[in-house]
């Protein structure tokens, strides 16, 4: 058993699937019952305020003790025929979610829309013909891999809009690069709410990217929905009901990293960890220091690179001289591949678990596929928890899902999985459409309060899973992915790239709660 270095379980780890047989999605939640609730959590200040629970219990007691004294005595005729009257109040509609004040979206997720900007427009971005999306993203720098992630949710954009439009209306992407600066980043987006009519933002890539634009989007009431990042913060919507992630959780990866290496290695095993400098990286470094999962590890050394260095060879340099049992790398993107050929390149064979976020074959291995295959063939091919189906895995060839997502990407976007991050695109695209859908389906229509509340009483799954569910429900469950299973990359006798399961799916679904709580 995990535990997350919030003192909680641990939080681990849709698609819309292609076509109206295909979707899953659900509202778990009665939106009649949203509504009514709505007003009950006003502005709440943190995690810790109990007191706000004890009021409602009070007033109950003293009002039924007062009323039968005196209303009976009185007007017995009058009164039951002025109660009916005032109780159709409660429920508007038919039960369409408020759209000004306190609305309750979920369990204990408020959108205080009277702090909302003065122009703030519930329909902007979706009062004409088409649904405007925004996203920022690395189309150049260290990370640029990743702007691939952009161009395969325009390609399923595409498709959508050709088959199976939202409510009649296109689909389309604003999708401008950061080159992974937190100040384009904000920028970008500042220039998006105010100038490009944006409905909402979603899978803006990388954790110090999406930390820097939550204070934009949440002072506009603006949805900044499944950020690409796997930081910790991104399952509080107790406080930031307007923002919620997307992949596994980086502490419980390194969590299932620390069990895995107490069981293999035992007590006392020696780690030496890579770490870029950014809040990415230090939740991997904070949970080796701090997790209790981790406590019986011996951390020997901890090399922190720049995020926008050349290389890390003068790192590696070091972390090979530990000798070390496990090698553990909280690095992404080319830093992947770096590090895969300066290990292939040295005599250390450590086992090595790397970020999810380098499970990308053909773009982070098949550059250094010679390095890969001389891992390989010692068994020392770096190990990662992935959540999903990786495209352009041989393993994958003939699975019906992977095969229509790769028709999508060839007939949309003339491209194949070989290509890069594309596929992943097609994966993330899915998991909006399905919100979208649902919110689309709620009493009143798309605007912002329903698709707060359609992401956050999510319930669905998608194909390209390797198992698991995707499900939210406010504060009792505030994190998209929750379930993994550890597999290495590995080079085939016929030299193709492939991931080989090291153990079973591991599936917390539900058990992460909510950052904090």
């Known amino acids: 058993m995990f535990l997350s270095v919030t003192g909680e379980m641990p939080i681990i780890g849709t698609n819309q699937p292609i076509g109206e047989k295909m979707r899953t999605s659900r509202i778990k939640r009665s939106v009649a019952g949203l509504m009514a609730a709505g007003l009950i959590f006003a502005a709440c200040g943190s995690d810790d305020e109990p007191a706000s629970t004890e009021a409602p219990a009070e007033e109950p007691a003293e009002e039924p003790a007062e009323e039968p004294a005196e209303e009976p005595a009185e ?37 205080a829309l009277g702090d ?32 691939a992630i952009g161009e395969g949710m325009q390609i399923y954009f595409d498709y959508i809009n050709d088959t199976d439009p939202i409510e009649g209306k296109n689909l389309v992407l604003i999708a401008k690069d950061d080159g992974y600066e937190a100040g384009r980043a904000v920028a970008n987006v500042e220039e998006m709410i105010d100038s490009d009519d944006v409905f909402a933002l979603a899978h803006n890539i990388g954790t110090p990217i999406n930390f820097a634009i939550r204070p934009i989007t949440d002072e506009a009431c603006v949805p900044q929905l499944f950020n690409s990042s796997g930081f910790p913060f991104w399952g509080d919507p107790a406080n930031f009901p307007w923002t919620v992630g997307n992949i596994l959780n980086y502490a419980t990866e390194t969590e299932i990293w620390c069990k895995s290496i107490i069981d293999d290695f035992g007590p006392g095993a020696t780690v030496a960890a890579l770490i870029m400098n950014n809040d990415f990286g230090k939740t991997y470094q904070n949970t080796l220091n701090d997790s209790e999962a981790c406590a019986e590890i011996d951390l020997v050394s901890e090399q922190v690179h720049d995020p926008a260095g050349a290389d890390v060879t003068n790192e590696m340099t070091t972390l090979i001289a530990t000798d070390a049992d496990v090698f553990v790398s909280g690095t992404t993107s080319k830093f992947c591949s770096q590090s895969t050929a300066v290990l292939a390149g040295s005599e250390w064979r450590p086992r090595t678990y790397m970020s999810y976020t380098c499970n990308n074959l053909s773009s982070f291995f098949a550059p250094v596929i010679d390095a890969a295959a001389t891992l390989s063939a010692d068994d020392a091919g770096p190990w990662m928890a992935n959540s999903n189906k990786i495209c352009g895995d041989p393993v994958w060839a003939d699975d019906p899902k992977i095969l229509e997502v790769e028709s999508i990407l060839a007939e949309y976007g003339d491209v194949t999985c070989a290509d890069g991050s594309y596929s992943t695109g097609i994966l993330y695209g899915e998991f909006l459409v399905d919100v979208l859908r649902s919110a689309a389906a709620l009493e009143g229509g798309l605007n912002r309060v329903n698709l707060m509340a359609a992401v956050w009483n999510a319930d669905t799954t998608n194909d390209t899973l390797l198992g698991g569910t995707l499900q939210l429900d406010g504060v009792n469950d505030a994190y998209w992915t929750e379930g993994a299973q550890l597999q290495a990359v590995s080079v085939t006798d016929a030299g193709d790239l492939v991931f080989e399961p090291k153990g079973d799916f591991v599936d917390f679904e539900g058990a992460g709660g909510a950052f904090g709580s």
């Open 116 to 147: 909302c900007p003065d122009d703030w427009d519930p329909m902007q971005g979706v009062d004409g013909d088409e649904i405007r999306i925004g996203q920022t993203l690395p189309q150049s720098g260290a990370l640029a891999a990743f702007g």
């Open 75 to 111: 007007e017995p005729a009058e009164e039951p025929a002025e109660e009916p009257a005032e109780e159709p109040a409660e429920e508007p509609a038919g039960g369409a979610l408020a759209l000004e004040g306190d609305v309750e979206v979920a369990a204990g997720t408020t959108l």
